[in-house]
């Protein structure tokens, strides 16, 4: 299986911070790299798709890049709603797997 | 609009079964693949299987196969997980969602509570 670990596990900003959370993969997953934001009893929200492709309606201030087995999401100046957790995916090969998360709390 | 809702979830005791429902709709359900993923209480996500749009494919995580079995009614828009001989560990909320390649519609997600 394709294990996907999540830097820093937990992470405390400022709003109008730049943040920058890692995912790396055990092995290379080509461009098949999601990024999903989560908020408390709420369903996930895809971010990004492919590594970098915003999806729509989503800020700009959300970015992706990454390849090979190293990825990260950036987020460019935080605001108060982008408090939440960020998980990676996977969705190169079965079993698809999930990053363990990356939880964003105020400062 | 695009709208997945779970039902069917609840309290069962190890070893029971469960039938979880997603009803879709607003969208063309017979197009797309379709996704289980769970959520243990306070933990990450975790995907549990998936289903091609004509129900040809099916793939499980390692964890369910032999007692999970996902299916899907394209005539009813429907997709359903069938959960049977059920441990402490399956304790989560459930979410089905649709899948163009990634995950980019979800339902609100179904408990499920298994406990004697």
């Known amino acids: 299986d394709i294990q996907l670990t999540q830097s820093p596990s937990f992470l405390s900003a400022s709003v109008g911070d730049r943040v920058t959370i890692t995912c790396r993969a055990s092995q290379g997953i080509s461009i098949y790299l999601a990024w999903y934001q989560q908020k408390p009893e709420k369903a996930p929200k895809l971010l990004i798709s492919a590594i970098s492709t915003l999806q729509s309606g989503v800020p700009s201030r959300f970015s992706g890049s990454g390849s090979g087995t190293e990825f990260t999401l950036t987020i460019s100046s935080l605001q108060p709603e982008d408090f939440a957790t960020y998980y990676c995916?996977?969705?190169?090969?079965?079993?698809?797997?999930f990053g363990q998360g990356t939880k964003l709390e105020i400062k | 609009e695009v709208q997945l809702v779970e039902s069917g979830g609840g309290l069962v005791q190890p070893g029971g079964s469960l039938r979880l429902s997603c009803a879709a709709s607003g969208f063309s359900f017979s197009s797309y693949w379709m996704t289980w993923v769970r959520q243990a209480p306070g933990k990450g996500l975790e995907w549990v299987a998936n289903?091609?749009?004509?129900?040809?494919?099916?793939y499980y995580v390692e964890s369910v196969k032999g007692r999970f079995t996902v299916s899907r009614d394209n005539v009813k828009n429907s997709l359903y997980l069938q959960m049977d001989s059920l441990r402490a560990e399956d304790t989560a909320v459930y979410f089905c969602?649709?899948?163009?390649?990634?995950?980019?519609?979800w339902g609100q997600g179904d408990l499920v509570s298994v406990s004697s």
């Open positions: 995916q996977q969705l190169n090969t079965y079993p698809l797997t």
């Open positions: 289903i091609k749009h004509d129900g040809s494919e099916k």
């Open positions: 969602a649709r899948a163009t390649l990634y995950l980019n519609a």
